[in-house]
Structures are given as C-alpha cells and as structure tokens.
C-alpha cells in the first residue's frame, strides 16, 4: 500500500513541531558555506520549519526572512529565533517583492512544491545572478544498520519517500544547477532514534496503534541489532545533498 498522500503529509509538519525540532539533524558548516556565496547578504529560508536551516543561516551574520506555512513550525521557528523576520506564505506565492534577495534556501522540502509554480516564484524574488540552494540530509544506507532502519520505514509506508531523491529541475532562468554531497554525523541516543523514525510525514498520519507499532519494530532494531546493541550514542551517518543553481 502506497501512504503517500501529499497534500495531507505536507500539512502533517503541524502535528509533529516538537518532535522535530527535537530528533531531525540540522546541516554541516560544509552545507552552510555552499548555500552563502560572498557578498549574499540577504537570504530566505523557504519551507523554514521549525528554523534548522534557518539558525545557521542566522549564525552567519546575514539578513534572513524566513517563511512557512504551517502554524506549528513557525511557532517553534519564532520561538527558537525571535529576532528573525518569520511570514506565513508557501514556495508558490512567496510573500516578498520582486528582486529582494541575493539567496533562496529551501531545507528538505522542494520535494514538497509544485516545482513549476515554485521555480518562477524563486526566480521572481531573487536578483540577477542570485543563488537557489536547496539541501537534502540523507540517511547513508551503504551502512547496514541505517539500511535495515530505512527498510523498516520504508515497508511501513508502502515504498521510499516519493521525489526525495530526484534530481531538482528548477527551469530556464536558472543555470550552473550543481550537486555537492556533504557526509558528516549527527549524534543521538537509541530513544531519539527511535522518536526520529515518528518524524516522517507519513507516520505522523498514521492511526495511533499502527504509530505505536512501527516505533516499537524500530525500538527492537535499535536494541538489538549487533552495531547499535548497548550503545548510549548512535553517530547517525547521513550525506548531505546540496544543490546550487544561478538565477540568471
Ligand atoms: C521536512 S520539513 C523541512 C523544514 C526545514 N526546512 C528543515 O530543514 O528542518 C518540510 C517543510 O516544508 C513545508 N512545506 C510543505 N509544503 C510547502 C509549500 N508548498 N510551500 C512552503 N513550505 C512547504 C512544511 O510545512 C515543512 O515545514
């Protein structure tokens, strides 16, 4: 069975705030520094969420405007951040004016968009010459245990997470388009393992005791499979995929 409804999971984000804010990885410097070009000084965070993306961009020094549709991300968002200039809006109808920033950042989430709408949307705001940066931290499934981990979600929800790894095609005003893999770990106990796997959009939607089910099939891989059995810290590898394309 495929769960993957999309408008539903898109707005799933809502319910599962805190939970996200508190288990999903943020991105490496390494990500950080391809997505600010010298001279960027104005920056939006697009599909910001609960701000992951968002307070590194932030730690840089630049001006960053975030926007996110869903009441309960930009509630983390501007709790994490209250000096950030937070809006409601979507990748579709970008609340800012036309030519007003230097760089578009849009974390785990142009998957999300309707490509076409949000590809003129991008190239409206942006200046001449200006930088789309879109990120995507990937499990890296060439370790076995990640592997058996990404299969358990996987078979749960019917099939691996529809576009997640396609290749973004943001359109004609857009050129140089670049991939850069970033590999880095982000470290967690065997619990916030566990609640990670309660982190993606499908089994937020999930009827509750099909929910508790899952998790307890990823509790029991977590305590027994023989490369996590009694560790108190999980590095969890993951290989950042940046993308970068020039608006021309
Ligand atoms: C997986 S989260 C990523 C959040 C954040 N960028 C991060 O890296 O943690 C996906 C986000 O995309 C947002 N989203 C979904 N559809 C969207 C759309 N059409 N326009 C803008 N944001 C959208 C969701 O509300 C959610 O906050």
Redesign the pocket.
């Known amino acids: 069975m495929d769960r993957y409804d999309h408008a539903e999971q ?1 707005a799933s ?1 809502t319910h599962g705030a805190d939970e ?1 804010a508190a288990v ?1 990885p943020g991105y490496p410097d390494a990500a950080i520094d391809l997505l600010l070009p010298g001279g960027a000084h104005d920056v939006l ?6 701000g ?2 968002t307070e590194s961009l932030v730690a840089r020094g630049v001006r960053v405007v975030a ?4 009441d309960g ?1 930009r509630a983390q968002l501007v709790a994490a951040l209250p000096d950030a200039e937070v809006h409601a ?4 109808a970008i609340p800012l004016p036309d030519a007003s920033v230097d760089v578009v950042t ?4 142009w998957h ?3 490509e076409r709408a ?1 590809s003129a949307e991008v190239a409206r705001v942006l200046r001449p010459g200006g930088l789309l940066g879109l990120v995507w931290n990937d499990r890296d499934d060439d370790v076995p245990w990640v592997a058996a981990y990404g299969a358990l979600l996987d078979e749960a929800a019917g099939g691996p997470p529809p576009a997640h790894g396609a290749h973004p095609t943001p359109g004609d005003a857009f050129t140089d388009v670049l991939r850069t893999d970033v590999r880095w770990e982000h470290v967690l106990t065997p619990d916030e393992l566990v609640r990670l796997a309660g982190t993606r ?1 499908y089994a937020l939607v999930l009827p509750p005791d099909e929910r508790a089910a899952l998790l307890e099939r990823v509790r029991t891989l977590v305590t027994t499979h023989p490369d996590l059995a009694g560790l108190d810290r999980v590095p969890v590898p993951y290989v950042t995929r940046v993308y970068t394309a020039r608006r021309r």
């Open positions: 898109a984000f996200y999903r965070d697009l599909a910001a969420g609960t992951k993306l926007v996110e549709p869903a991300m809006g979507t990748a579709e849009v974390a785990q989430a999300w968009f309707d949000a959009s």
